[in-house]
Structure formats: structure tokens, C-alpha cells
């Protein structure tokens, strides 16, 4: 009797972050898959908007769980033994600020989380905070911003300038002290108007800058680039999932979510 051969180990990726992620997260898994072909793929991911990575968040009457305590990490931990390579992209760094979290008390949660993966072997990608509140962001349009999406917070505007640097000093430094981490800087030149959020325009174009890096670090040629039609496409896909599963609980969310 002809044995059965083993099924050949996955490519895992772990996938935390907030509304950019969630707006660009059908596009992105789709492109990684595709551009994959020849390997397995498998994804688990933390994302929505508002959400922190210690603190709880949200938008509307939806909120998440912070990601440090959605047992996303464990999970990854038992996959990444079975993977033929694990990929974390950690991005949207900055909602725990607004929401009245201290740098140094986000840093000492990143710095628990990546510590824990990088016993993994894993490749972990990193998106600094791409907003420069002094030079992108007047102090009246803050006040409107925090009113508008973080209409609870009290961080003033040179408390939150003062938090991006040391959050991006810490990324950089952390980065440097480490080969299997990553840095992706420059995507302010997607953002829209509120300089937080990428365009509608571009937010194809964001996504296709970290792929394309992810890519060249893990040897794999990039066959096509992502176009507006998928940027779109995604954001469309994220509404519905907010809306039927995040708002009104009318449909479940993969077991790939946390």
C-alpha cells in the first residue's frame, strides 16, 4: 500500500494591528497567498479599528480586546512549531497613546510580546508611527481628530508628539539590536488626510510597499503588484465584516481572528 506523503509545513503569518490593517487585510492575505503559490499559507490576526495593543479600543459601539491579552500569541506559538517559517507584521502602533497609555508602558508590552516571538525564529516586521504631529498635524486639527475618534481622551498635543518619539526611538533601536527585525519606514507618503489612516487612493500602494519587503527578506519574487480595484475591494470587504460581525453579530468571524 503506497504511504500517504506528509503535507508540506505552512508559511505562517501573524498579522497584529488596527483600521489600516483592517481596511488592507483581504488585499494583503490575498496577495501573500498568491504571490506564495508554491506554499501553504495560514494567517491568524488581531486587527479592528481603535484597537490597542494594551489597552482596550474600538470605534462605535464595537470594541476589542487589547492585543497583548487576545491569546493571539500563544496560538502563533503552537503553529510556528509545525511552520516551514513564521512572518509577524506588527502595525497601527499608536491608539494605546490616545487612549491615555504612557510610552513606556506601550514599549514594555511590545518589547514582552517581541521578545517572546523572537524565541521563535520568526521574521518580524515592524511599521513606525508615520505621523510627525508637529509638522503633519496642527494643534486645533489634534483637538478635532482626538474629538472625532478618541472623542474620551484627554492627551494634549505635545504629550502625544512627545510619545510618537520615543515609541519610534524605541523601533529603530529594538531594530537595530536585532537581525531577525525589520523596520518599514515612509508610509506617511500613503496617508490621506487626517495623516493617519492611508488614502483611499493609496492604501493599495501602502500595502504593496510592505509586501514587497516582507518578500525581499524571505526570498520570494514578487510576481504582480497590488492596483486601486484591490485597495477597494478591501475596504468594502472590511465594512461588511464590521458591520455583520463586529457591530450586529449577525455572522462569525474565521477561527484565524482573535
Not at 511599521?127 to 504631529?133: G, Q, W, Y
Not at 500602494?205 to 510592505?210: I, K
Not at 475591494?233 to 461588511?240: D, G, Q, R, V
Request: aromatic share 10%.
Amino acid at each position: 500500500m503506497k504511504e500517504e506523503p506528509f503535507p508540506d509545513p505552512p508559511i505562517v503569518f501573524l498579522l497584529m494591528g488596527a483600521s489600516n490593517l483592517a481596511r488592507g487585510y483581504s488585499m494583503l492575505t490575498h496577495h501573500l497567498s498568491e504571490c506564495l503559490e508554491k506554499n501553504k499559507t495560514e494567517f491568524l490576526n488581531a486587527l479592528g479599528p481603535g484597537r490597542g495593543f494594551c489597552a482596550r479600543g474600538g470605534i462605535f459601539n464595537i470594541t476589542y480586546s487589547p492585543i497583548q491579552d487576545c491569546r493571539i500569541i500563544e496560538s502563533a506559538k503552537k503553529q510556528s512549531k509545525e511552520a516551514l517559517h513564521t512572518v509577524v507584521l506588527i502595525t497601527d502602533i499608536g491608539n494605546d497613546l490616545m487612549y491615555g497609555v504612557s510610552a513606556d508602558t506601550l514599549i514594555a508590552s511590545l518589547d514582552i510580546m517581541i521578545d517572546e516571538i523572537l524565541k521563535w525564529d520568526a521574521d518580524i516586521f515592524l511599521t513606525s508611527i508615520h505621523v510627525n504631529l508637529k509638522k503633519d498635524i496642527s494643534p486645533t486639527i489634534f483637538l478635532v481628530l482626538r474629538f472625532l475618534l478618541y472623542p474620551s481622551s484627554k492627551v494634549n498635543y505635545e504629550e502625544m508628539d512627545l510619545s510618537i518619539i520615543k515609541i519610534n526611538d524605541y523601533l529603530e533601536e529594538k531594530v537595530r539590536k536585532n537581525e531577525r527585525m525589520h523596520l518599514i519606514t515612509g508610509l506617511e507618503a500613503f496617508a490621506g488626510l487626517d495623516k493617519i489612516h492611508y488614502s483611499l487612493l493609496k492604501t493599495h500602494a501602502a500595502w504593496s510597499t510592505v509586501a514587497e519587503k516582507i518578500f525581499r527578506v524571505i526570498n520570494v519574487p514578487v510576481q504582480k503588484k497590488l492596483r486601486l480595484i484591490d485597495g477597494i475591494k478591501s475596504i468594502s470587504a472590511n465594512l461588511k465584516r464590521l458591520i455583520f460581525c463586529d457591530m450586529f453579530f449577525l455572522k462569525k468571524k474565521g477561527r484565524e481572528f482573535f
